[in-house]
C-alpha cells in the first residue's frame, strides 16, 4: 500500500470526523426551509399562514432590535452567538480522538491512549520493581503524565522515572510526540501519618 493511503488510514482513526455535527446544522436548515417554503406557498395560493405570513415574519425580524423586553432579546442574541461560537470551533478545531499512531512499522498502527497508558505503567512498575497499582499513566494527545507511589522506605529518583518512561516511549515511535511529565507521590504510610 502506498503511504499516502496509510497515512489517510491513520488520519482517519486518530481524528474525530464532524459528521454529527454537519447532519445536525443540516436537518436544522432542511427544517427551517422547508417551513419558510411552506408558509411561501401558502401565502400565494391565498390560504392563511401556519405560523406567519413571509412579510409579517421579515418585518418581525427588522424589528427585532426594537422589541420588548430587551433582556429575551440580548438573550437570544448571546444564545445565538455561542451557538455560532461552537460551530465554528467545531469547524477549526482539531477534533483528535485519543489515540496514537505508532510509526515505523511497514503497516499502520493506532494504539488507543488507554492501551499506551497500560503499557507503559507496566512496563515502569516492572523496571522499578513496584507493586501492582503503584504506577498511574494519563496518555494525553501531547503529554503523558506519570505517578509513580514507591513502597515506605523506598527511594525513586523523579529523573529516573522520567528516563525510564521517555525509554518506552521512544520504542513505540508515536506520532505525534508526546513530552513525559514524572511525579513521585509520598508513600500510603507517610499520607496517612501526615493526617
Known amino acids: 500500500m502506498s503511504n499516502s493511503v496509510l497515512n489517510r488510514g491513520v488520519r482517519r482513526e486518530t481524528h474525530s470526523p464532524r459528521t454529527v455535527a454537519a447532519v445536525a446544522v443540516l436537518v436544522v436548515l432542511a427544517a427551517a426551509a422547508v417551513f419558510v417554503g411552506i408558509e411561501?406557498?401558502?401565502w400565494l395560493t391565498g390560504l392563511g399562514p401556519l405560523l406567519v405570513t413571509p412579510g409579517d415574519g421579515l418585518n418581525a425580524l427588522a424589528q427585532l432590535p426594537d422589541a420588548e423586553p430587551q433582556g429575551a432579546v440580548v438573550a437570544g442574541g448571546a444564545i445565538a452567538a455561542l451557538l455560532g461560537l461552537v460551530l465554528v470551533w467545531l469547524a477549526i478545531g482539531p477534533g483528535r480522538r485519543p489515540r496514537h499512531a505508532l510509526s515505523g512499522?511497514?503497516?499502520?498502527?493506532?494504539?488507543?491512549n488507554g492501551v499506551l497508558a497500560s503499557a507503559i505503567a507496566e512496563q515502569l512498575r516492572r523496571s522499578l520493581d513496584l507493586a501492582p497499582g503503584a504506577v498511574v499513566v494519563g496518555v494525553g494527545s501531547r503529554s503523558i503524565d506519570v505517578t509513580v507511589r514507591p513502597a515506605p522506605g523506598q527511594n525513586i529518583e523523579k529523573d529516573r522515572v522520567r528516563a525510564l518512561a521517555a525509554e518506552e516511549i521512544?520504542?513505540?515511535e508515536l506520532s505525534p510526540g508526546v513530552k513525559v511529565h514524572a511525579r513521585i507521590a509520598k508513600p500510603a504510610d507517610e499520607e496517612g501519618r501526615d493526617r
Open 40 to 42: 411561501i406557498v401558502r
Open 170 to 172: 521512544d520504542r513505540y
Open 105 to 112: 512499522h511497514p503497516i499502520a498502527v493506532v494504539c488507543d
